[in-house]
């Protein structure tokens, strides 16, 4: 089920209901609030209200989606996490993913991993499996440890399931793209990395095809 509407000769869709957790929110398209706000949470009624307009003119499409991924960031925050991530945090979060999103098809519901990430120009490169001498991260399959050589290397057994791998792939993401984005403290990405964060991220972009979505978007042929 899908909102459409049209912007001139562009035609965006957007899912009517997003799946958090074991929430359900509807999805909500409108004009902007009285005090300029262009997106909108509310957990206890379970709705994320997306604005189409801003000062009386239509947003661009991927505006539109940048807040609907800052709005479901935030219901991962009250789903996963009760609620503390800050707005401060939450728009950072949402700007810094959405980029990762825009660049990448992260291939989140197939077996197999991308060869490459791309992310504010550098390409890192996907080696599986990796030197013995590389040191991955305790908490995933993953090592983060390697931007100055733009690799991340991948260690998992045919025995691990594909989608576990898969959500692990994401936490490492999350951890590259904070430190590459700049703007993280290094105790905010600490908290958001071991956190839960990463789970309630996967199961949203999964469920709801959210970055594929903005991956599609982005990356249409105008004609």
């Known amino acids: 089920m899908e909102l459409n509407w049209l ?18 929110y509807k999805v909500n398209l409108g004009k902007e609030t009285e005090n300029g706000y262009v997106g909108y949470h509310d957990y ?3 709705i994320i209200k997306v604005a189409t307009t801003h000062t009386g003119d239509d947003r ?6 940048e807040t609907l991924l800052h709005e479901v ?13 800050s ?7 949402s700007t810094a993913l959405f980029f990762l999103l825009t660049q990448n098809n992260l291939m989140l519901r197939e077996i197999k991993l991308p060869k490459k990430i791309k992310y504010g120009g550098f390409i890192y490169d996907i080696v599986s499996p990796p030197p013995k001498e ?5 908490d995933s399959f993953f090592s983060t440890t390697n931007d100055a050589i733009c690799r991340i290397y991948v260690k998992y057994s045919d025995s ?5 791998i898969k959500s692990l792939f994401m936490k490492t993401l999350l951890k590259m793209v904070m430190r590459l984005h700049g703007s993280f403290s290094d105790e905010e990405v600490e908290d958001i990395y071991s ?14 095809n959210i970055d594929t979505l903005i991956y599609n978007e982005y990356n249409k042929k105008v004609r």
């Open 134 to 138: 590389i040191e991955m991260d305790e």
């Open 87 to 93: 707005e401060k945090v939450v728009t950072k979060l």
């Open 195 to 208: 956190s839960c964060f990463y789970q309630g991220l996967y199961q949203v972009l999964v469920d709801n």
């Open 60 to 65: 661009h499409n991927l505006m539109i989606l």
């Open 160 to 164: 691990d399931a594909p989608f576990y």
């Open 44 to 46: 206890h009624n379970q």
């Open 73 to 85: 960031i935030h219901a991962i925050s009250a789903i996963w996490l009760e609620d503390k991530l």
């Open 7 to 24: 912007r001139g000769i562009l035609m965006i869709k957007l899912p009517k209901k997003i799946k958090v957790g074991g929430a359900v």
